[in-house]
């Protein structure tokens, strides 16, 4: 396995997190969950800062984002797989 790109907390989480600097759009990243070690690959849409958000799957507005296990907030815009999660398109529940 080469070094991951993309860290996962667990299995239920639907975004991972970029831990490598300049990751840019097309790239092949390694993700790994770090749950039980285990690994995937999945290609980022755009270019996404180190400690931002990548999208698993694809989301509709009013989905729920889990990462680390938990809800982070409610989807804004409709997000595809490999896409960058961040203020422009998710928002918290708590206003």
């Known amino acids: 396995m080469s070094i991951p790109q993309l860290l996962v907390h667990d299995h239920k989480d639907n975004v991972g ?3 490598v600097e300049d990751l840019t759009a097309g790239t092949n990243m390694t993700c790994v969950v770090t ?4 690994d995937f690959e999945l290609t980022s849409n755009d270019d996404v800062p ?4 990548v999208a698993l799957q694809d989301f509709a ?3 729920t984002v889990i990462k680390y296990g938990e809800d ?3 989807v804004v815009a409709p997000i595809k797989k490999g896409a960058h999660v961040h203020v422009h398109n998710l928002k918290t529940k708590r206003w």
Request: proline fraction near 0%; charged fraction near 35%.
């Open 50 to 53: 180190i400690g931002h958000k």
């Open 72 to 74: 982070i907030g409610k």
């Open 35 to 38: 749950e039980d070690d285990s």
């Open 61 to 63: 507005v009013g989905d």
């Open 17 to 19: 997190v970029v831990v």
